[in-house]
């Protein structure tokens, strides 16, 4: 056990996602140029470098062509002027590219599940850390923060997303540090 997991912040899954159908009418959100995976066959796909997405397409699209890219805008690029068919990576990123991207869309399958988890070190103070922060997560799914945060940062109104001066807050318990893995 060299690592421990905590509840997910964020409950996601790995797909693809799409430009929209040329020939469709807009504001057409369901169909895209391919509806389901199976039409990906023999199709280009962009894989983020780095990320296990590469695997999940070779064994469930083992006739899809791999592009890699250092990152997933440059991925978007590729979708945009037609160098690629899709792009793997996880629903919750895609979301967000959708966000500024009207063109684009997530077909409505998941290779996989994706929770985005924190990891603590497996000390007695990284276990004890770990419950505790546990412990907080389960009750922002259960009264809905998670998903009210979602539908701020993933919604149209701009307006909404006002970060807070976090640094005046008080930290009686301290201060958790952290970095994060950008990948997808």
Known sequence: ESVLFSEPNVKSGLGFFVKKSDT??????????????????????????????????????????????????????????GKIDAICCSIYAARHMMIENDDIMYLDHKLASLD?????????????????YSEFVKGLWADGTINEIDSIWLGKDESKRVLKDYTKLPAPNGVLKMASEPTD
Do not use: C, H, M, W
């Open 116 to 132: 985005l988890v924190p990891i603590f070190s497996p000390t007695e103070k990284g276990r004890k850390l770990r419950e505790e």
């Open 24 to 81: 469709q009418p807009q504001p057409v959100q369901t169909l895209g140029r391919y509806n389901n995976i199976q039409e990906l066959a023999g199709k280009k796909i962009g894989i983020q470098t780095g990320t296990t997405n590469e695997r999940l397409v070779a064994e469930n699209i083992p006739t899809a062509a791999r592009e890699y890219f250092n990152t997933l805008p440059d991925a978007l690029i590729a979708l945009k002027t």
